[in-house]
T-cell receptor, first 114, second 113 residues
């Protein structure tokens, strides 16, 4: 079975600091996509960043970057220069190529303090 | 919201009653999904559709049925609602296989009393 594990239910960080959210996954497949979604208090699900497993280069989107370790099946999200608006629930997810099903972790609640 | 509308936004119903949630998209995307979100479980896939009248089960499909008679509409039905189905329900769409980005609706809060 394909699983996604987020071992940090809650985290906090001070504004302007850097925080890293952990994610590990389990699959025997070789081709897949990895995602981080953000869910602010508005409940909207927002795609933060996406990584194709065949790409060795880590994806980056402005202040958000990932550390993708394929052999370790690890996909952590780093948020630099944290802002109050980053306060949200963050979900790690992955999708096996040609299966169409996006599988989510249980989420990490991030609180950014002034 | 990537052209996705979920209705209703909130619903309160009683155990044993049928409930239908609607997802409507204006993007003409091939894939549509229904997820439920519960504390401690993240989002779990209920059913999804890969075309008109083409649907498949997800990991938590028991007690739910779906229908897709038009590209733009994907309905989720609880034939006889139970308290365990109290949840937030999200619809999502994806353009096609290989274009692996899901866009989500705003969610429906369903309470079964």
């Amino acid at each position: 079975a394909q699983t996604v594990t987020q071992s940090q239910p809650e985290m906090s960080v001070q504004e302007a600091e850097t925080v890293t959210l952990s994610c590990t996954y389990d699959t025997s497949e070789n081709n897949y996509y990895l995602f981080w979604y953000k869910q602010p208090p508005s409940r909207q699900m927002i795609l933060v960043i996406r990584q194709e497993a065949y790409k060795q280069q880590n994806a980056t989107e402005n202040r958000f970057s990932v550390n993708f370790q394929k052999a370790a099946k690890s996909f952590s999200l780093k948020i630099s220069d944290s802002q109050l608006g980053d306060t949200a629930m963050y979900f790690c997810a992955f999708l096996i190529y040609n299966t169409d099903k996006l599988i989510f972790g249980t989420g990490t609640r991030l609180q950014v303090f002034p | 919201d990537a052209g996705i509308t979920q209705s209703p936004r909130h619903k309160v119903t009683e155990t044993g009653t049928p409930v239908t949630l609607r997802c409507h998209q204006t993007e003409n995307h091939r894939y549509m999904y229904w997820y439920r979100q519960d504390p401690g479980h993240g989002l779990r896939l209920i059913h999804y559709s890969y075309g008109v009248k083409d649907t498949d089960k997800g990991e938590v499909s028991d007690g739910y049925s779906v229908s897709r008679s038009k590209t733009e509409d994907f309905l989720l039905t609880l034939e006889s609602a139970t308290s365990s189905q109290t949840s937030v329900y999200f619809c999502a769409i994806k353009e096609d296989r290989g274009l692996e980005k899901l866009f989500f609706g705003s969610g429906t809060q369903l309470s079964v009393l």
